[in-house]
């Protein structure tokens, strides 16, 4: 019998697969797939602090083995979400959830963290320094080791739950970023969010999307996002969520052999809803065909 | 909504670009006309949401335009070949008037198909106007036709039927409701032109079809809604341009 726990800054999860934040909405959209209680928990849509529609429309391009999204953090806002979203979460998940933050401001994400921290449903903060998205504000934080020290600090100071950073792949020298979050107080890096791309329709000859660039992300991804858990995970000290691209139980082993403690599944959920839960059930698969008896001890 | 796979009956051309894809599976989650499903197709990383044009206990049946790799993928399909669906999508149209009139233009008249059978079914008198560009993309006429429909065509070219669009052909026509499907500035004319209540199925590119993604998010007099989940079907008093 292979074991398939990990732990998460002191938090035990059944299983390291956990559905990435603007894959997952707010779990309810899942439930006529699955039971959303077999994960290992899910990273929820990212909230802000006002309402949000996001970006005009097309927000989606296809790509080889992948696609590109330019939602723009739409959202019902923190006070909707603490008020219709999260009760009725809890009416069909029965474990701890992390919550993904966004913001425009080092107040923004204040704001919402500290409203978020009397959550007791909320076991994890995740603050999206890296939404490509957006204008001002979002990756901005991410792309300089100074704004995300910054955010991450104010966002300490208003919580007492564990709070992983979710760092943009479009910079220089990630591990920079990530070595100044933790310095700041991180307890943990979430990497990696979209890389920027874009896509052109030739017969009108004008950009796919109508915000011109948006977050590339799928199994392309994959090979960039594990070489970025391999450098971070081996330069900082504290646990690192790994995602981008992952699509199957192999892709999870690759993270978790990379150094990442668990890992996240995104785009994989909106090919096929029951990405997660072919994951799960492939995993022990795997695990015996590889001989490996638990995921805590494999880091490379 | 369900996930499950589907084999193929038959596939073949209707017009240059517009193909008839008959399936067999498992069709329960279908519930409604204006429905939509979103195929997988090898090669394509993003499903394909194409439009229910009609569904028994175990067929389906899609008529869909060649526009791009995904659909050119699809009219290679043999019979025998399988495909991985998800069903059931969207709210569909809701059943109601006692004499409605039908709206649509080119792939946007499949789903009012099986919305007209269903009409024809509660014993509703249906007019249907079908647009077209021309002649030679004309399909679905001869079935409207034999469910009992009043059946007017259209075309931009003058080419056959009423010369110009769907909403050139309303004059001295009675309704109390309409349903509508078909490209937005047909859409847009048919706000203009229609006088009673209506529903307006919309298209838009989709991340994942069912709602969680917010790739296809629109806004209305309600709210945000979601083409794929809260649509694609919006009431007249509902939408904003």
């Known amino acids: ?179 100044a979050c933790e310095d700041a107080g991180a307890d943990g890096i979430s990497l990696i969010n979209t890389l920027l791309g874009m896509r052109i329709d030739l017969a009108r000859r004008r950009p796919v999307i109508a915000n011109t660039m948006g977050g590339f992300s799928g199994p392309a991804v994959f090979p960039v996002a594990l070489r970025m858990v391999y450098q971070v995970a081996h330069a900082v000290g504290v646990p690192v969520m790994g995602m981008g691209g992952v699509s199957s139980a192999r892709d999870v082993l690759e993270m978790l052999m990379a150094g990442a403690t668990a890992v996240q599944v995104g785009a994989a959920n909106l090919v096929n809803p029951c990405a997660c839960r072919d994951i799960i059930e492939d995993l022990p698969v795997e695990m015996e065909r590889l001989g490996i008896s638990n995921l805590r001890e494999l880091r490379i | 909504m369900q996930q499950t796979t589907f084999q193929v009956l038959a596939n073949r051309p209707l017009t240059d670009a517009v193909y008839r894809m008959e399936l067999q599976g498992d069709t329960t989650a279908i519930t409604r006309p204006g429905q939509f499903v979103n195929l997988h197709i090898d090669g394509c990383y993003l499903r394909r949401p194409i439009s229910v044009c009609d569904w028994d206990g175990q067929t389906l049946t899609l008529i869909y335009k060649v526009v791009g790799e995904g659909t050119r993928r699809m009219a290679q399909a043999r019979k025998g070949d399988t495909f991985d669906l998800l069903t059931g999508l969207g709210n569909g149209y809701t059943l109601r008037g006692n004499a409605p009139l039908l709206l649509g233009g080119g792939v946007g008249i499949p789903p009012l198909y099986g919305l007209a059978k269903r009409l024809r079914a509660a014993g509703k008198p249906v007019t249907a106007v079908l647009g077209f560009n021309t002649a030679s993309e004309i399909f679905l006429r001869d079935e409207f036709s ?50 009673t209540g209506g529903q307006f199925s919309f298209e838009e590119r989709m991340g994942c079809g069912f709602g969680a993604c917010m790739g296809c998010s629109c806004k209305t007099v309600t709210g945000y809604k979601r083409i794929c989940k809260d649509g694609p079907v919006l009431e007249k008093e509902e939408i904003l341009w």
């Not at chain 1, 007791?120 to 990756?139: A, D, K, L």
């Not at chain 2, 003058?158 to 409701?177: E, H, K, M, N, R």
């Open chain 2, 146 to 195: 034999a469910l009992g429909c009043r059946v007017l065509v259209t075309t931009a070219d003058g080419s056959a039927g009423i010369p110009g669009f769907v909403t050139d052909a309303l004059a001295g026509l009675s309704y109390d409701t309409f349903y509508t499907c078909g490209p937005e500035p047909m859409l847009r004319a048919v706000y203009a032109a229609t006088v």
């Open chain 1, 1 to 179: 019998m292979v074991d398939l726990r990990v732990d998460l800054c002191g938090i035990a999860l059944s299983n390291p697969v956990i559905p990435a934040s603007g894959t997952f909405g707010y779990g309810n959209e899942f439930r006529e797939f699955y039971d959303p209680n077999i994960l290992g928990t899910f990273s929820f849509k990212g909230t802000t602090r006002e309402p949000r529609f996001g970006n005009p429309t097309p927000r989606i391009a296809e790509c080889t083995a992948g696609m590109i999204n330019a939602v723009g953090l739409q959202n019902p806002g923190i006070d909707a979400v603490l008020a219709t979203e999260l009760p009725r979460l809890k009416t069909f998940f029965h474990k701890p959830v992390i919550a993904n933050i966004g913001g425009f401001s080092v107040e923004d994400y204040a704001y919402c963290c500290e409203k978020i921290d009397a959550e007791p449903c909320v076991g994890w903060i995740e603050v999206n320094i890296s939404c490509p998205n957006v204008r001002h504000g979002g990756m901005s934080f991410g792309t300089d080791p100074a704004g995300a020290a910054a955010v991450t600090k104010a966002v300490k100071a208003v919580t007492t739950k564990p709070v992983f950073v979710k760092l943009s792949p479009n910079v220089t020298d990630i591990v920079e970023i990530a070595k």
